[in-house]
């Protein structure tokens, strides 16, 4: 559901599902998802694979911005895969594999 509120609010073609008046997008809502999907700053390793797949769902409309946040990106991913949880390791790769194949359509 937040992945769909995501691709709608976030979409740069149309700004009918800006949440701020004259801007476009969801400022706090990738900040928020890193955050969540660092297994340093997580509450949980639940929540924590749950913000690595809505990252994930992310990736299509939000590439940009993810790919250019390189510092967060690359601590997210290296921290995932050191995990001791076996669902992070396995969110995170597929993580990985959804930025190199949004990635590589351009």
């Excluded at 998802?33 to 997580?42: G, P, Q």
């Excluded at 390793?45 to 690595?52: D, K, Q, V």
Aim: net charge neutral; aromatic share 2%.
């Amino acid at each position: 559901v937040v992945s769909m509120l995501v691709n709608y609010v976030c979409d740069k073609e149309d700004p009918r599902g800006s949440l701020q008046q004259g801007s476009n997008g969801w400022p706090t809502a990738l900040p928020l998802a890193f955050k969540m999907a660092n297994v340093t700053t997580s509450t949980s390793p639940e929540a924590c694979e749950s913000a690595l797949r809505l990252l994930k769902d992310m990736v299509p409309t939000l590439k940009d911005d993810i790919v250019n946040a390189k510092q967060e990106l690359g601590a997210i991913l290296q921290n995932g895969l050191s995990a001791p949880h076996v669902k992070i390791k396995v969110a995170t790769v597929l993580l990985v594999c959804e930025i190199v194949g949004e990635t590589e359509k351009k």
